[in-house]
């Protein structure tokens, strides 16, 4: 374009993702792990980030179905937020924090909703 030399990208500028857009792509990603289900009662998942140098430190709270294999559900949930951050904001995540707010009882197995004699 100009007749000047070329400048280097690492001498353009820098881009900063603000955390709350993180918390939003760790929220999007935790919902997507547990497969998107918004079962009656249970709350969205909720993040909060904290980025700094690159790397971006995940809390989130989440409701889960009960029973159900509780470690298992939180290790996709880790693994698809570092995955969705990683990709979507090109920031590593050294440490997700989940915390289980509620479980839910299944409708399925329930007690007195179907006897078998």
Not at 21 to 42: C, F, M, N, P
Not at 49 to 73: C, F, N
């Amino acid at each position: 374009m100009g007749g000047g030399p070329a400048v280097e990208p690492a001498e353009r500028g820098a881009t900063r993702i603000a955390d709350r857009v993180v918390a939003k792509i760790a929220s999007q990603a935790a919902r997507e792990a547990l497969h998107g289900t918004a079962t009656e009662g249970h709350e969205s998942p909720r993040a909060s980030v904290v980025v700094h140098d690159g790397t971006a430190r995940v809390r989130i709270s989440v409701d889960l179905d009960y029973p159900a294999d509780i470690g298992a559900r939180c290790r996709a949930v880790r693994g698809r937020i570092v995955e969705r951050i990683r990709g979507l904001a090109g920031m590593e995540v050294p440490e997700v924090v989940i915390t289980v707010e509620r479980l839910h009882a299944s409708q399925t197995g329930r007690v007195g909703a179907e006897r078998v004699r």
